[in-house]
């Protein structure tokens, strides 16, 4: 697998290190000439000095034949526009881009730019994930594939609390794939009774989540109760 | 016809003034509040005074067109001095807010050319300097 990493930033040089620790063939493209020398140093020849959004440093850095390209430069707007050059003009197959400002995520979805990984928003989620605010965590959205998983706590007094799986009222495109109690998880079957308290991570079509939460919101806090 | 330019510089206020002088609804928008000068330079009257509008922001801000008028605009310009920034918001002028005719400004001659024939209407200012400085040098 040949893996072109634009930007030898924090994030960039990491990722080329870990990559070519793991045998994968990586060339780093930085733009920026003091940078580049430091990198150099250590990685030779796999860093090229350029402004990975001109088509002849993509293409001198090999991105004919390149099967993923990374964009995670400090700048948004250079991030969108090589993944987008890299997918639609020299078409390469896979392609992760890095989103600096959690507000510019909605252009790299309107120019089809994905994924888009922004560390703000991990981190969000990682401390969603520690203090849930609503009991539902997002943990992973799965954009192709219009799928997503979610974890949500069983509310006490809950509709679904003290219910077998196949009694819990869920709409069609959703299921329960695990139950956290206790520090352990287990895939529930149909007869599996959930408890207050426990952790349910649910696969879902994106916009189910409305419909699901009441069935596991405290008594009291669900619409209609 | 209502005209929103994105980047105050050289091209983008000039072409603005023009715009106005010709009679049409112009709107700049750029993120440096003294670009604003840009616009006032050589006139009788202040831009506002003319009938101008004028809109500090980045221009990657979605509030900050809309507060600008690009829901409303028939023209939008991408002037600034990043070619990224503007194949950028040019393309979300196109897809995001359906304006009718994009016109972007992009220095590199080879994104420039590709764009183009992705179906934006790029300007290449590089490209033309070649030109015009290749025919005088090889008269």
Known sequence: MYVIICG???????LARELIAKDR?????????????????????AVQYGDATELWVLERAGIQRADLVIAVTGDDEDNILICQMAKEKY???????????????QHFRLLDVQPAVSATDLILRLIEHEVPEYGLVQLLALEEEHLEIIELEVGHGSEAAGRRVQDIELPDGSLIISVLRGGAGFVPKADSVVQPG??????????????ITPQFAPNGAGPGT | MFILIVGSGRVGSAVAKRALDAGHEVSVLDSDPLSHERLDKDQLTTWEDAGGR????????????IEAGIEQADVFLAATSGD?????????????????????????????????????????????????ASRVVLA
Do not use: M
């Open chain 2, 84 to 132: 990224n920034t503007n194949l950028v918001i040019a393309q979300i002028a196109q897809r995001r807010f359906k304006v009718g005719r994009v016109v972007v400004r992009v220095a590199d001659p080879g994104r420039a050319a590709w764009y183009a024939e992705q179906g934006l209407l790029t300007i290449c200012p590089t490209q033309h300097a070649i030109d015009q």
């Open chain 1, 8 to 14: 030898a930033g924090k994030v960039g040089w990491n």
């Open chain 1, 198 to 211: 426990d952790q349910v991570l649910l696969i879902l079509d994106p916009g189910l989540e409305s419909q």
């Open chain 2, 54 to 65: 004028f809109t500090v922001s980045t221009a990657l801000e979605i509030d900050g067109l």
């Open chain 1, 91 to 105: 078409g390469v197959q896979r392609i992760v881009a890095r989103v600096n400002n959690p507000r510019n995520l």
């Open chain 1, 25 to 45: 063939e990586v060339t780093l493209v930085e733009s920026d000439h003091a940078r580049y020398r430091v990198v150099e140093e250590e990685l030779e020849h």
